[in-house]
């Protein structure tokens, strides 16, 4: 099994000191807020909890770097197949005998041309 990188080492640490920073400021605020130390402590410790586990989601979401895949579950660095010529509807390799995609031709429904 290959070594982590440098990065991959240091991407907890980077989680944990970022929703700690964000929890310091709000601490901060509420204390500033409320001149009480107790419900300052409470908020700096459910914010760092909060941001904690959102950014834990939010890397978890994100992957690992490079295994990038689309929507369709498909690799986008993959080849993909040439596309095919353009379909001409005029040319649809037999005959549709008076009706169109919509359904019957007006002249079906008069008695037209097809001799009724």
Do not use: H, K, N, Y
């Not at 000191?17 to 807020?33: Q, R, W, Y």
Request: glycine share 12%.
């Amino acid at each position: 099994m290959a070594r982590p990188s440098r990065a991959d080492r240091f991407r907890p640490a980077e989680l944990i000191g970022f929703a700690l920073v964000v929890a310091v400021f709000v601490g901060v605020v509420a204390f500033i807020s409320t001149r009480d130390f107790t419900v300052a402590v409470i908020f700096l410790g459910g914010a760092f909890v909060v941001a904690l586990v959102l950014l834990a989601m939010l890397a978890l979401a994100a992957g690992p770097i490079g295994t990038e895949t689309s929507l369709r579950g498909e690799d986008p660095a993959a080849p993909r197949p040439e596309p095919g010529p353009p379909l001409d509807p005029t040319r649809d390799g037999g005959s549709s005998a008076g009706s169109t995609a919509d359904g019957p031709s007006p002249d079906d429904a008069t008695g037209g041309p097809s001799g009724r």
